[in-house]
């Protein structure tokens, strides 16, 4: 990862999900912007969405704390939701 994506919270969840998941070709992430909160949107293969949301949504959770723990650095508030 470049210095310069460590501040773009599409190209680390790209990053994570794609070190995650078999079908790393299938994983796409999209940001939308809405008010003072910026939701991304995480969409990946279904036979890979149990590697994504983990025994009881440890590895969601986890993903989530890394995006919220990047958006605190940025003064940003980060919202990730997993898209079926």
Known sequence: MTTAAKGDP???IEYLAKALV???GEVFVDVEQEGETTYVNLEVAESDMG???GRQGRTAKSLRAILNAAGVRHKTH???DILD
């Open 10 to 12: 599409k190209v680390l």
């Open 22 to 24: 078999e079908s790393q």
């Open 51 to 53: 590697r994504i949301i």
């Open 78 to 80: 980060y919202e990730l």
